[in-house]
């Protein structure tokens, strides 16, 4: 359903347990903050928490809270989301909060002072303070990429967090956090027709706004292979993280690629993690993936690996191009497409079930919807997306191998462990 | 007043709640096979999936004082091999049966959990049966766990929460086996296989065993599946054994462990508590949820919302088998860990001297009904809620009274909990950080002792 001011609405009942789960989400994400103001579409997200037209600071948490429900927010590159899951019997209230604060925020400088220094806090315990913390989603971008939106710290530089000011708020909160830029999801426990004129009823009003500026995200062609290191302080093993760009949403190659994908990590059946850490034992760990259905813009299948300390990085890039040759010259088989196939169905499954801990129910498929909703226009893609995958054949991956598991196409970082000093002695 | 205001206010009032549709616990068919193993099924039949887990009764807390962390690198090596499959065999069995494995061990218990796709549930439980009974520990395999174990133990090294809380339990549990939570670099290099072995054979047996399994299947069915799966499969209960008490702990004691480098500090304090089958247990998650334990609680308002020192300080209990405990941490930017510690004190001074507001017990009973009964709306959720209730022992409707025993609960309740089990003036603090920048913080909160990361004292010289 779409109502008048553009916002559209998604209803997926399932009336096998009293929940439902809400999302609102805002098509915008760390890709398209504005130049100047990295972290800021991270940050602006911590102030959808601050305070609405009728509730204020705390309340949108306390009245989620005490309706017995759990709620959350996340940043993406081209999404962002707001989702509560919840007992069926709190619909209406969710539904209430989430209009709120698309409607109108709330929010001072105090708010914003508050939240820049938890967004800080949030950089230190997840990437300054960690070893490998931001490793490697925050390393390659800048690598890899060449326009800034895709290239540039999606976490926020902390000059640039102590930049924003409530006028940028105020500016993004109009730009981009307007129903015709947004998708209700409902799923769960409740009649469909009662849902959507709950949702008419508290959203159908909010007025529509601008047609939201979009950056040009496109990149210009690669040629070279790209490469970077960054100094990794606490972790005592180098880490490799190697991204190659995938093809653009939609596109036959575009399903292929989350085969390939699938072929090539897939756990500890999957070649990379078989050759490197089962057969070679070159690396400690070696897993990677690709987020595909979520982004709407260049993204990249990222492998990541820890060589044990004997072996140079390069002997493990070494040991991994080998597994992308192999791929590219014998390509694969009915007999290793098979399974692949199967485990990417019950790994879909799974996803649509839970996808975000067992305590947010059917947040995969939430997240799903949206995405096909946002980025497709189409929702229903969640039925289907399946048999693409499974119509996928050897020669579709061989050949998608040749095409992009070149050099021309990757990106290469590596966390190189600092030398430190000597523990200093006891205390003067 | 004119339209418009009229229509503001109407907007302004939160929608009430709905009538409350009743939550359908699983129905559980349970059954205890003559070899001792207990099985312990629930049909769910939303998804065309399956997951099961089979844990033991016993883990690294029944061999800390011989050899730390064997349990675990015990589960380790278990998928890498039975009688009659390889380690390359497994996974490709698994994959072609849309097949997720996982093997863990912590203090008190083992565990090997699958799942996949429904349609192939008696191979994957036959799979479960021949990692539980035939496991192989194939010795390159072996050699290939404990040196990943060791590249690992070197990076947990360097990880605040992990420095946090190895400390912490070392404290709070003194000669008690719950003390370690990982072995050294040295222990592990120690292993030899006949011990993983040795540990398989006397503890992965079928009377210590209990196997759930959550999914699209008929219980029925399932269970003769299972008995015919698991029959034959007869093994002992390990001897129980002798374990110290932990010590009691007086007054609060500071702990520093100096990360040279680090950014911020990671702050982490607590004492001993309740295990689930303490009389208190339900009034302390209750006043835990008050405290800390929420988003919406007065240590995550005042230390986050109001005064931005911590992005996600929580507290929580830990209960474990034999002994539980009540924990909060908080990491923080370093000129704040002294502010930090104040108001985690203050805080848990309040719930020990004054009863909660009405809004507040209310608020906190929903909350913790409401997201337990979100918990049945996956497999792995429901199987969540079935290991607690099983592995621990609790009585059979544990699932249906939850939510009673949470709404009759008082302020009365909350603040006779907070004042027995928040224990405030004897607290140990353990702190992680560069000891340069945040040590003279730490010490105004009591005896300070400072470790280095590998858990060597350093010595203090004050000049």
């Given at each position: 359903m779409r109502l008048g001011n553009g916002l559209r609405v998604v209803a997926s009942p399932d009336r096998s347990a009293p929940f439902v789960t809400v999302g609102v989400y805002y098509q915008i994400g760390f890709r398209l903050e504005p130049r100047g103001r990295?972290?800021?579409?991270?940050?602006?997200?911590?102030?959808?928490?601050?305070?609405?037209?009728?509730?204020?600071?705390?309340?949108?948490?306390?009245?989620?809270?005490?309706?017995?429900?759990?709620?959350?927010?996340?940043?993406?590159?081209?999404?962002?989301?707001?989702?509560?899951?919840?007992?069926?019997?709190?619909?209406?209230?969710?539904?209430?909060?989430?209009?709120?604060?698309?409607?109108?925020?709330?929010?001072?400088?105090?708010?914003?002072?508050?939240?820049?220094?938890?967004?800080?806090?949030?950089?230190?315990?997840?990437?300054?303070?960690?070893?490998?913390?931001?490793?490697?989603?925050?390393?390659?971008?800048?690598?890899?990429?060449?326009?800034?939106?895709?290239?540039?710290?999606?976490?926020?530089?902390?000059?640039?967090?102590?930049?924003?000011?409530?006028?940028?708020?105020?500016?993004?909160?109009?730009?981009?956090?307007?129903?015709?830029?947004?998708?209700?999801?409902?799923?769960?426990?409740?009649?469909?027709?009662?849902?959507?004129?709950?949702?008419?009823?508290?959203?159908?009003?909010?007025?529509?706004?601008?047609?939201?500026?979009?950056?040009?995200?496109?990149?210009?062609?690669?040629?070279?292979?790209?490469?970077?290191?960054?100094?990794?302080?606490?972790?005592?093993?180098?880490?490799?993280?190697?991204?190659?760009?995938?093809?653009?949403?939609?596109?036959?190659?575009?399903?292929?690629?989350?085969?390939?994908?699938?072929?090539?990590?897939?756990?500890?059946?999957?070649?990379?993690?078989?050759?490197?850490?089962?057969?070679k034992q070159i690396a400690v760990e070696a897993s990677g993936g690709a987020d595909l259905l979520d982004t709407n813009g260049p993204t990249q299948m990222v492998t990541r690996i820890f060589p044990k300390p004997e072996f140079s990085t390069d002997e493990a890039i070494g040991a991994f191009d080998g597994v992308i040759l192999e791929l590219a010259l014998q390509g694969t088989k009915a007999e290793e497409l098979d399974p692949v196939k199967v485990k990417i169905r019950a790994d879909y499954y799974s996803m649509l079930e839970g996808g975000m801990g067992s305590y947010m129910p059917r947040f995969g498929l939430m997240h799903y919807l949206a995405s096909f909703a946002l980025f497709d226009g189409d929702p229903d893609r969640v039925n289907t997306i399946l048999d693409k995958y499974l119509a996928v054949t050897p020669a579709e991956v061989q050949s998608l191998a040749q095409k992009i598991l070149v050099p021309g196409n990757r990106a290469i970082v590596i966390r190189r462990p600092v030398e430190r000093d000597a523990p200093k002695g006891a205390a003067r | 007043m004119s339209t418009p205001a009229a229509v503001s206010s109407n907007r302004a009032a939160v929608p009430p709640l709905s009538a409350e549709r009743a939550v359908a616990w699983p129905k559980r068919t349970v059954k205890t096979l003559p070899n001792g193993l207990e099985v312990v099924l629930a049909e769910s039949h939303t998804f065309p999936k399956i997951s099961m887990e089979l844990f033991f009764r016993s883990g690294n807390a029944a061999v800390a004082h011989t050899s730390p962390g064997l349990a675990e690198i015990t589960a380790n090596v278990v998928r890498t091999g039975t009688a009659s499959r390889s380690s390359r065999q497994i996974e490709e069995d698994l994959r072609r049966m849309g097949g997720e494995l996982g093997t863990h061990a912590g203090a008190d218990a083992s565990a090997i959990s699958i799942a996949g796709l429904a349609e192939f549930s008696s191979g994957l439980l036959e799979l479960l049966a021949?990692?539980?009974?035939?496991?192989?520990?194939?010795?390159?395999?072996?050699?290939?766990?404990?040196?990943?174990?060791?590249?690992?133990?070197?990076?947990?090294?360097?990880?605040?929460?992990?420095?946090?809380?190895?400390?912490?339990?070392?404290?709070?549990?003194?000669?008690?086996?719950?003390?370690?939570?990982?072995?050294?670099?040295?222990?592990?290099?120690?292993?030899?296989?006949?011990?993983?072995?040795?540990?398989?054979?006397?503890?992965?047996?079928?009377?210590?065993?209990?196997?759930?399994?959550?999914?699209?299947?008929?219980?029925?069915?399932?269970?003769?599946?299972?008995?015919?799966?698991?029959?034959?499969?007869?093994?002992?209960?390990?001897?129980?054994?002798?374990?110290?008490?932990?010590?009691?702990?007086?007054?609060?004691?500071?702990?520093?462990?100096?990360?040279?480098?680090?950014?911020?500090?990671?702050?982490?304090?607590?004492?001993?508590?309740?295990?689930?089958?303490?009389?208190?247990?339900?009034?302390?998650?209750?006043?835990?949820?008050?405290?800390?334990?929420?988003?919406?609680?007065?240590?995550?308002?005042?230390?986050?919302?109001?005064?931005?020192?911590?992005?996600?300080?929580?507290?929580?209990?830990?209960?474990?088998?034999?002994?539980?405990?009540?924990?909060?941490?908080?990491?923080?930017?370093?000129?704040?860990?002294?502010?930090?510690?104040?108001?985690?004190?203050?805080?848990?001074?309040?719930?020990?001297?004054?009863?909660?507001?009405?809004?507040?017990?209310?608020?906190?009973?929903n909350y913790l009904t409401g997201v337990f009964s979100l918990g049945i709306a996956t497999q792995d959720g429901m199987l969540n809620q079935l290991s607690t209730q099983y592995l621990d022992r609790l009585p059979e409707d544990y699932l249906e009274t939850y939510r009673e025993h949470i709404r009759a609960l008082t302020a009365e309740d909350v603040l006779s909990a907070a004042r027995r089990h928040f224990d405030s003036a004897n607290a140990q603090i353990v702190v992680v950080g560069d000891r340069e920048q945040v040590q003279e913080q730490a010490a105004l909160f009591g005896h300070l002792e400072v470790f280095d990361v590998h858990g060597k004292a350093i010595e203090l010289v004050v000049s």
């Amino acid at each position: 359903m779409r109502l008048g001011n553009g916002l559209r609405v998604v209803a997926s009942p399932d009336r096998s347990a009293p929940f439902v789960t809400v999302g609102v989400y805002y098509q915008i994400g760390f890709r398209l903050e504005p130049r100047g103001r990295s972290g800021f579409a991270h940050l602006f997200e911590h102030m959808m928490f601050q305070g609405s037209e009728n509730a204020g600071k705390m309340e949108h948490i306390r009245l989620i809270n005490s309706s017995g429900g759990l709620l959350n927010g996340t940043t993406n590159y081209d999404i962002t989301n707001y989702f509560e899951a919840v007992p069926s019997n709190a619909l209406e209230r969710v539904l209430w909060l989430e209009a709120d604060r698309m409607r109108a925020l709330k929010v001072d400088d105090e708010n914003l002072r508050n939240q820049r220094d938890v967004v800080k806090e949030e950089v230190r315990v997840n990437v300054m303070n960690q070893p490998y913390g931001g490793f490697p989603w925050l390393d390659l971008p800048p690598v890899a990429f060449r326009n800034w939106p895709n290239a540039h710290n999606f976490y926020g530089d902390f000059t640039d967090l102590d930049a924003a000011t409530l006028d940028d708020v105020r500016t993004f909160f109009r730009m981009f956090y307007a129903p015709n830029n947004a998708v209700l999801l409902m799923i769960g426990d409740f009649d469909p027709n009662e849902a959507f004129s709950l949702a008419k009823r508290y959203f159908e009003d909010v007025p529509r706004g601008p047609e939201p500026a979009r950056a040009d995200i496109s990149e210009p062609p690669q040629r070279e292979e790209r490469r970077g290191e960054v100094p990794e302080p606490f972790g005592p093993l180098a880490a490799v993280a190697i991204g190659y760009t995938m093809p653009p949403r939609g596109t036959k190659d575009w399903y292929t690629a989350a085969v390939l994908d699938r072929i090539l990590h897939g756990g500890r059946a999957g070649r990379v993690h078989r050759r490197l850490v089962l057969e070679k034992q070159i690396a400690v760990e070696a897993s990677g993936g690709a987020d595909l259905l979520d982004t709407n813009g260049p993204t990249q299948m990222v492998t990541r690996i820890f060589p044990k300390p004997e072996f140079s990085t390069d002997e493990a890039i070494g040991a991994f191009d080998g597994v992308i040759l192999e791929l590219a010259l014998q390509g694969t088989k009915a007999e290793e497409l098979d399974p692949v196939k199967v485990k990417i169905r019950a790994d879909y499954y799974s996803m649509l079930e839970g996808g975000m801990g067992s305590y947010m129910p059917r947040f995969g498929l939430m997240h799903y919807l949206a995405s096909f909703a946002l980025f497709d226009g189409d929702p229903d893609r969640v039925n289907t997306i399946l048999d693409k995958y499974l119509a996928v054949t050897p020669a579709e991956v061989q050949s998608l191998a040749q095409k992009i598991l070149v050099p021309g196409n990757r990106a290469i970082v590596i966390r190189r462990p600092v030398e430190r000093d000597a523990p200093k002695g006891a205390a003067r | 007043m004119s339209t418009p205001a009229a229509v503001s206010s109407n907007r302004a009032a939160v929608p009430p709640l709905s009538a409350e549709r009743a939550v359908a616990w699983p129905k559980r068919t349970v059954k205890t096979l003559p070899n001792g193993l207990e099985v312990v099924l629930a049909e769910s039949h939303t998804f065309p999936k399956i997951s099961m887990e089979l844990f033991f009764r016993s883990g690294n807390a029944a061999v800390a004082h011989t050899s730390p962390g064997l349990a675990e690198i015990t589960a380790n090596v278990v998928r890498t091999g039975t009688a009659s499959r390889s380690s390359r065999q497994i996974e490709e069995d698994l994959r072609r049966m849309g097949g997720e494995l996982g093997t863990h061990a912590g203090a008190d218990a083992s565990a090997i959990s699958i799942a996949g796709l429904a349609e192939f549930s008696s191979g994957l439980l036959e799979l479960l049966a021949d990692l539980a009974r035939h496991a192989s520990f194939p010795e390159n395999e072996f050699e290939r766990e404990r040196r990943q174990r060791i590249e690992e133990l070197k990076i947990e090294r360097t990880t605040p929460g992990f420095l946090a809380s190895d400390r912490f339990r070392r404290v709070l549990f003194g000669e008690h086996p719950y003390a370690i939570v990982a072995p050294t670099e040295e222990q592990v290099a120690e292993y030899r296989r006949e011990q993983l072995e040795d540990y398989y054979r006397r503890h992965y047996a079928a009377a210590n065993a209990l196997l759930i399994a959550v999914g699209d299947f008929a219980a029925a069915a399932m269970m003769e599946q299972v008995e015919k799966t698991f029959g034959e499969w007869s093994a002992p209960q390990p001897e129980p054994q002798f374990v110290p008490s932990p010590p009691r702990h007086v007054g609060r004691r500071v702990y520093l462990v100096h990360l040279p480098g680090a950014v911020q500090a990671q702050v982490l304090a607590g004492n001993l508590a309740v295990t689930r089958h303490d009389r208190d247990w339900y009034r302390t998650v209750l006043a835990n949820a008050i405290y800390g334990g929420a988003f919406h609680s007065r240590l995550v308002a005042n230390i986050r919302e109001q005064k931005g020192y911590s992005y996600s300080p929580r507290s929580g209990l830990n209960p474990l088998r034999q002994h539980g405990y009540f924990s909060v941490h908080a990491a923080v930017r370093n000129e704040v860990v002294a502010a930090t510690l104040a108001e985690v004190f203050y805080e848990m001074d309040r719930m020990r001297a004054l009863a909660v507001t009405p809004e507040e017990l209310e608020s906190a009973r929903n909350y913790l009904t409401g997201v337990f009964s979100l918990g049945i709306a996956t497999q792995d959720g429901m199987l969540n809620q079935l290991s607690t209730q099983y592995l621990d022992r609790l009585p059979e409707d544990y699932l249906e009274t939850y939510r009673e025993h949470i709404r009759a609960l008082t302020a009365e309740d909350v603040l006779s909990a907070a004042r027995r089990h928040f224990d405030s003036a004897n607290a140990q603090i353990v702190v992680v950080g560069d000891r340069e920048q945040v040590q003279e913080q730490a010490a105004l909160f009591g005896h300070l002792e400072v470790f280095d990361v590998h858990g060597k004292a350093i010595e203090l010289v004050v000049s």
